[in-house]
DNA sequence: TCCGTCCGTCGAAGCGCTTCGATGATCAGG
DNA sequence: CCTGATCATCGAAGCGCTTCGACGGACGGA
């Protein structure tokens, strides 16, 4: 049976040894001998004995729980943030933490308030901006943490993020090679730019540096009839444009439409590539190359090197992935 | 300054007190004196403290802490449930309680775990199915709690949500009035029907209601050119098809576009009504009719409730929100 | 003036766990 | 057969907080 008010001291005396041993079974810290251990486990699994949270982070300094900060905010993506937060609690889990949740707008008094009461180990800040204040207060606080993104100086930080330079870069180089002298990025909501988010800027960067193309960068809303607007009037504004990034999830379907109406026929005459899930890029006609976010494997890199921290052992810098294009 | 290790003792010393008369200051479970008060606020200030989460939950069995179990799963709807996240967490920061983040395939198990080890006062389980198997765990682990959603026996359980099934009347009664005689539901993917979602069913019901109407239930995927067909096979299967509620957000776009590709003008001989946010209804042309996911009040009502339950306080057993249509 | 209250504060116990040092028991080597 | 090392286990201390009972002083009523 499930227990409420198991304790440790529960769990020795069915097993009869002292509290101790029943620590070290559980935590391999000292060895043990097999027939006690095996009495240990049992009694715990009898008495559904888990052992109470505060108890063991007061005595050990270790919570076993890290705090995810998200970005809950304009025109960000928000279905690339749950598989971001799934991906973590499943690996966080796998490594027996537990995930606290925090939003942006803690800001940096959040995370000093969580550090100080000793409630997690150690911290992800997703969604990193140019300049991030909570950047600072991360530095001085001392916990151990991990960001997904990079902030203007990530000296002596772990970051982890998609190279999105080098993402930009594919996209314009697989256009150019379709032999496209003209392209445009469609990009995030015009808010993502201001704020100066990392991740939009480095698409841009890697989009326009590309010699011998004339490549611009067009913002585009979210919505369906601004997408169809937006495109509109960028395919009037350049009438030689045959090129055509999108990193804008939810508009990929609209740009199709738009393409279509204006009589482009994408894959011939005109060229599109997206920087966004797979489904995205299979689930439109014709199927469209694509640049994978790959946010589970993200969280996943963000979380194994948080406990690799939290273990003291070392970890890279930075940690850039390699974007691939997939062609359909 | 922020202090690692700053305990209730720096404070007590700084101020000059016992350090039962900081907790007590701080808790406000006894009076004290305003001197003394200001005095240890001053101290608390000074020194930075925050009082150690788990040596507090371990002496006052108080977490401080409240968990959300999220379904990351097939087919749900993620932007709302990032809005239900983002107003959970926000509510409970008012009450002084953090989030935990659990997803749903912990399953039964994780409610177990995070209950028995006094990680958490209580807990908060979204999307909750007809037959739920953590409802039952629910019930034996005695630890306070609020669905949103319906499981198919409710008895005794606090549950939040929106009247889904007279949203779905709503909107067959609003397709009858505009004078359609033969309406659809284009609903959520498939599997969300499978999986026995209850907002899902119960849309499907009340949409189903109204007598004297030929109605049908259409599942439908959630990308661009499947929406597409399926809107385009139910038009030629139903000739007679003049009302269409859409209660599938990232479809909405793309019904329209099938729409007027097969020449149905919407508001005219057409009519389109909407389950779901404001902006996606609002933004596309014609504007729809919608009624509206109410996912932050949702979130604070059942944060709130839970706030109350947690203070021995009591709670209604079911609150269902009365789903608003707003026309444009 | 004395006693009973009440208020503000203190000290100590104890929440359930981990961890350190100590203790027997066992065993190999001389 | 004794010594020293090694192994498995135990007991006690202590993590930082809350809470209970106690206590001294102020104050009001008789």
Redesign the pocket.
């Known amino acids: 049976m499930a227990g409420r008010?198991?304790?440790?001291?529960?769990?020795?005396a069915r097993?009869?040894?002292?509290?101790?041993?029943?620590?070290?079974?559980?935590?391999g810290?000292?060895?043990?001998?097999?027939?006690?251990?095996d009495?240990v486990m049992a009694a715990v699994a009898d008495l559904g004995?888990?052992?109470?949270?505060?108890?063991?982070?007061?005595?050990?300094?270790?919570a076993g729980v890290v705090a995810m900060m998200f970005p809950i905010r304009d025109g960000m993506h928000l279905p690339v943030l749950m598989q971001f937060a799934a991906g973590a609690v499943a690996e966080a889990r796998r490594h027996d933490q537990d995930v606290l949740l925090m939003t942006a707008d803690e800001g940096p008094a959040g995370l000093a308030r969580v550090a100080a009461?000793?409630m997690v180990d150690g911290l992800i800040l997703m969604d990193v901006e140019v300049r991030d204040p909570r950047v600072e207060t991360l530095r001085r606080l001392g916990l151990p943490n991990v960001l997904i993104g990079f902030p203007a100086d990530s000296e002596g930080l772990t970051c982890v993020d998609l190279d999105f330079t080098a993402a930009g870069r594919v996209c314009a180089d697989y256009l150019a090679e379709r032999g496209c002298g003209e392209i445009a990025l469609l990009g995030a909501a015009e808010a993502v730019y201001e704020r100066r988010t990392g991740f939009a800027e480095r698409v841009r960067e890697g989009f326009l540096s590309r010699p011998g193309l004339r490549a611009e960068v067009q913002p585009c809303p979210n919505y369906p009839t601004e997408v169809q607007r937006t495109v509109k009037e960028l395919l009037a504004a350049r009438p030689e444009l045959t090129g055509l990034a999108v990193h804008n999830e939810p508009a990929v379907g609209h740009v199709m439409h738009a393409l279509a109406d204006a009589g482009k026929r994408v894959g011939e005459d005109f060229h599109v590539v997206v920087i966004g899930p797979d489904e995205v890029a299979e689930r439109v006609h014709p199927q469209l190359p694509s640049v994978l976010v790959p946010a589970e494997t993200l969280a996943q890199t963000a979380v194994r090197h948080l406990m690799r921290k939290l273990d003291g052992r070392d970890v890279p810098d930075s940690t850039l992935i390699e974007p691939q294009l997939t062609l359909r």
Chains 1, 2 share one sequence.
């Open positions: 008010g198991v304790t440790i001291a529960d769990v020795a097993a009869g040894v002292a509290a101790s041993t029943v620590s070290y079974v559980l935590s810290k000292r060895s043990i001998s097999p027939e006690t251990a009495r004995y888990h052992p109470h949270a505060g108890a063991r982070s007061l005595a050990s300094r270790r009461s000793a």
